[in-house]
Structures are given as C-alpha cells and as structure tokens.
C-alpha cells in the first residue's frame, strides 16, 4: 500500500476504534538508561517499571493531568460506611485478547496484590477483602477507615483472572529470587497499549489497543523503548533523529541541549527523594572491619556520615545543579511535608570526625557501599562522590555499583550494609514513603525497609495516621513521624530530583512529577 494510503487508512481505524482521531499517527521511540525489569503488575514497584505496566494495564481509577483522582476501569465508586467502598465497572471493557473486564478479575487482582511475593502490598495497607457483589460490581473492605484510598489504588492494576489462570501466574513473580514467569515478558491488560514485544536489554515495542475504552489527546500510534546504558549514545541517537525522547538526559549534557537546534529541555521537579539506607539490624556488618558490633546502631556513626556530606558541591559539581538539597524523607510535593522538616543538618568534617571518635571509632572503619548504575540521575556518580568526601571523615567506602536487575534483587534480600535509593511519593501523601521505608517491616509495612530501621514510637504515629480521618490531625501526625525520622537519622536524605527530560523539538509532552510520560497526552508533529 502506498504510505499516503497507509497514513489514512491508519487514521481511519484510530478514529473507528474510539481513540482519538488523528492526522497522521506517529511512533514514540524513546530510551533511558534503565531497562523494564517485570510486565508483572504486581512484581516490582519502581517508576520505569510501572510506566511500562501503566501503558498496558488499568486500575479502577487514575490520576488526570494535575494528578487528581479520574475514573478508569470503576466509572464511579462510592463510600458506602468509613470501611466499605464499592465501585461500578466501566461497561463494555475488554482484555487485549478480546475477553471482557468483570468484577471477577478485580477480585483476583486485588487478591494477586496482596500475596506474599508482591511488592505492592503497601498500596493496600487496611484491605481485608475484595467482595464481588455483581458481575459489575465490587466492595473493597478495610480493617479501619483509609483516607488515602483512592489515591493507594491508582497503582494496583487490574489482571485477567482467567489469563492468568491459563498461564499458571496466579501468584506475582517473586522479584527477590529473580523468579522467571510467563507474566514476566507477556502482558495481557485492558490500556490503551498492547505489548507486542519484550527484549530485554535490546528493545521493547507497544502497539495501540484498537479496542481501548478510552481517547488519547495525542497521536501515538507505537511506542518503541530502546535502553542505552551510555549517556553519550543516548544523546547521539537522540541528536541523530533516531529517537524522539530520552527521558534522563546526563545532567552535564543539558546546557549544550538546551542550545541546540532541533531538539529541547522539559523540566520539572520529581517527587522523588535520594537517600542512603543502613543496615541497622544485624549485630555486625558482614562488609565491615568492625567486627562484634554493628556501628550504624549508633545514631553518632549515622550523623557523622551525614555531618561527612557536602551536599552543596554534590549538587554543584556532581548533579550540574538538577537537585534541591534534602532534610527530609520525603519532597515538596507531599503533604506532610514541611521547610523547616527539609532542613538539612550543615556539612561538617569536623564535627563528623569528632562523632566518630565519640562512638568509639576514632580511627573510622570500613564498608561496602551498594549503589545502582542505571536508575536515577548520575547515581553511580554520586555514590563515587560519597566514598570520597568519607574518606576524609576517616570511613572507608568501598563502591560496588550494579545494574537494576542484579541491585534490587539484592536490597530485596537484606544483603546490603549501606545502600542508595530513591522513593517518589506515588500518592502525594508522606504516608506512603513512611510506610514503605521506616516503619518496622511487619506484613505490607516496610517493604522497602531495606535497613531494618525500627522505633516503636514511630511506628505508633504510622499507623495512626493510616485511620486518621481528620486532615490537620492526619497532618501533625505525618509532620511529627517525618521529625522522628529526621532526628533519629533513621536514613541520610540526599536531595530531591530535578528532572530534565530531552526531546526533538516537534514532541509535545507534558512533564510529570511522577517522571511517567503519559502517552494520552504525547503529540508528534
């Protein structure tokens, strides 16, 4: 067929199919440095990851464009009593292999996401059950009153039951022991895109559900991911016209692509938080010289590591100014959150070195840091930054840096000493980062506790504000367990990301705090 032809006939069957009707549909070819890990909904919770679900899977309601809540597979829910919510299914809806979206499926779905080996549980803190009350209807029951619901579930998307059934999946992939399922590159949602193909490290492509229920604002008619781990050939491709979008441009290359003809900068800030998490459970660390005794047990060693950080050269010189330096666990953008909390203790090498010798370490001592290389911005670099600025506060840092699927597997499995790690704030509420990274891990709590931090008092505070349905008491309760965290230095706050994404200068895109690329809203002229 000839491509004039081909163009219309493509537009054509856009505007049949109820998405929306375009002049000519464009492909999005895009990269990053990381790679998608699981098309498993429930098996790993970590952004790019749940960007790739996000196209392919659904959940009963999502976020708009100013992250308020919408409805997405429930058309309207209600709250029936402060512990039972039911939801209406959108009618009409189907799987990508043609099989209708009933009350059935969300039941499992729900179910799936509380299993062991998810690592969405925290998403469902106070869930009891998920009841079917029609073939079109579900009630979801909680232990106690949830005032974050609605915001919790936008992250648990909806699988077929009988789908999973057929391929023996109906429990999540156990991500920790890199368990290999048939959900791991095969997916079977109800978005507006279908998986066509997952090869990892090499490419993963998507192409539009003819079938979707809803309209996309934008033109995109496939999405082709391509990883490149080298910020040098992402940036050439991106020069080149090969890709449309990188979505983590290399901090030192920005100020030549904000210059550059052809191609722009979108920038925003993240609500993603970088820290260093502490093993602060075993009696002693297995990469450490000390031996008999655990020195991160002691709140002096994890001040002094903090008190050892210049945060304002990292940011400088390291992250070329795309940061905001951090106090607190979580960013601007969470309620809870405060200016006085993200108040940063001073960098001070002194006053480490004399914490130190305090705790009985006069002459420092050493340990394995861990640190991904193809995660967050310049991650690998800032770690290097770090081992750095503690060797001169006497603490021998010795770098181990690793690919996402080797490093969290890893953190999973409690093996780390001293970790980095980034949280982004998913319900917009500090709630969310407590619960998943201090609180003592005990069921869905602390799932990403990977330090094994745990303080009763603080614990106490978390799960009062999990019920707690007056907003300025649920406020002070969030602001008081955030000053806890802050002062016990449960984990060492780096800062928040600021993200610059990099684009040919025909793609209209809208930057997101959640640094998802929200493909309703991608136009290519």
């Not at 959108?90 to 996401?113: C, Q």
């Not at 002096?300 to 945060?311: E, G």
């Not at 959150?337 to 940063?344: F, L, S």
């Not at 960098?347 to 006069?362: H, I, S, V």
């Amino acid at each position: 067929m000839p491509r004039p032809l081909r163009t219309l006939a493509i537009a054509a069957l856009l505007a049949l199919s109820g998405t929306a009707a375009v002049v000519q549909a464009k492909p999005l070819r895009w990269s990053s440095q990381g790679d998608v890990q699981s098309f498993d909904p429930h098996a790993y919770n970590s952004a790019l990851n749940n960007q790739f679900n996000a196209f392919v899977y659904e959940g009963l309601v999502a976020y708009d464009q100013a992250f308020t809540i919408e409805p997405a597979l429930a058309s309207k829910w209600t709250q029936v009593e402060p512990t039972r919510w039911r939801f209406e299914l959108r009618p009409n809806v189907k799987f990508h292999d043609g099989t209708p979206l009933t009350a059935d499926d969300v039941v499992f779905s729900f179910e799936r996401a509380l299993a062991p080996s998810s690592n969405f549980k925290v998403l469902l803190q106070g869930v009891t059950g998920v009841k079917k009350l029609s073939p079109s209807s579900v009630e979801i029951q909680l232990s106690a009153p949830n005032p974050v619901l609605l915001r919790q579930i936008t992250g648990v998307r909806i699988m077929s039951k009988a789908w999973a059934t057929k391929h023996k999946i109906e429990q999540p992939q156990n991500f920790a022991q890199k368990e290999e399922t048939y959900a791991v590159r095969n997916a079977n949602g109800t978005g507006p895109f279908v998986l066509k193909s997952s090869q990892p490290g090499v490419k993963t492509e998507l192409t539009l559900n003819p079938n979707w229920w809803g309209k996309l604002q934008g033109n995109v008619s496939q999405i082709v991911y391509t990883p490149i781990g080298s910020d040098a050939t992402r940036l050439a491709a991106l020069l080149s016209g090969e890709l449309d979008f990188v979505l983590d441009p290399a901090p030192q290359d920005v100020p030549k692509l904000r210059n550059t003809p052809g191609v722009k900068i979108i920038e925003g800030a993240e609500f993603r938080t970088i820290f260093l998490g502490l093993d602060q459970a075993s009696d002693e660390l297995s990469s450490s010289n000390i031996k008999g005794r655990n020195p991160f047990k002691d709140l002096r060693v994890r001040q002094a590591l903090y008190q050892a950080i210049d945060i304002e050269t990292l940011k400088r010189v390291t992250m070329r100014g795309l940061a905001q330096p951090a106090g607190s666990l979580v960013a601007p953008q969470a309620d809870g959150w405060t200016a006085e909390g993200d108040r940063r203790l001073p960098f001070d090498l002194a006053r480490a070195k004399a914490l130190l010798t305090e705790a009985g370490y006069p002459e420092g001592f050493s340990v394995q840091l861990d640190c991904p290389n193809d995660r967050y911005v310049n991650d690998e670099e800032i770690c290097k930054a770090l081992t750095a600025m503690w060797a001169k506060a006497g603490v021998q840092a010795k770098l181990v840096s690793q690919g996402s699927s080797v490093y969290f597997p890893k953190l999973q499995r409690k093996e780390s000493n001293l970790h980095l790690l980034g949280w982004g704030v998913a319900t917009f509420d500090a709630l969310y980062s407590l619960q998943a990274l201090v609180h003592s891990p005990v069921g869905a709590d602390g799932s990403w506790n990977y330090g094994r931090y745990a303080n009763p008092k603080l614990d106490a505070l978390i799960d009062a504000a999990k019920v707690e349905g007056d907003v300025a008491k649920r406020r002070g309760q969030l602001r008081e367990a955030l000053k806890i965290v802050q002062d016990d230095v449960a984990v060492i706050p780096l800062h928040h990301q600021v993200i610059p994404w990099a684009a040919r200068s025909n793609v209209q895109v809208v930057h997101r705090a959640n640094n998802h690329i929200d493909v309703r809203w991608i136009r290519i002229d």
